[in-house]
């Protein structure tokens, strides 16, 4: 993970849950993975709350 305002909502393991990757993770999470899924967007960098927002933006 690197410093990011931006996460991706992406899976890329087989069988795996959805997982938070920075830009540079999820491009090269990406490259050549059959099991790579694009979840979209979450902007701005998570906190902990106690009403999670999980709107994501395109
Ligand atoms: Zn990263």
Do not use: F
Not at 6 to 19: A, F, V
Not at 21 to 37: F, G, I, K, M
């Amino acid at each position: 993970m690197h410093p990011t305002r931006k996460l991706y909502r992406i899976k890329y393991r087989p069988g795996g849950n959805w997982e938070l990757a920075c830009a540079v993770c999820q491009a090269r999470l990406s490259e050549d993975n059959p099991h790579y899924v694009y979840g979209g967007t979450i902007s701005g960098v998570p906190r902990r709350r106690r009403k999670p927002q999980t709107t994501p933006q395109n």
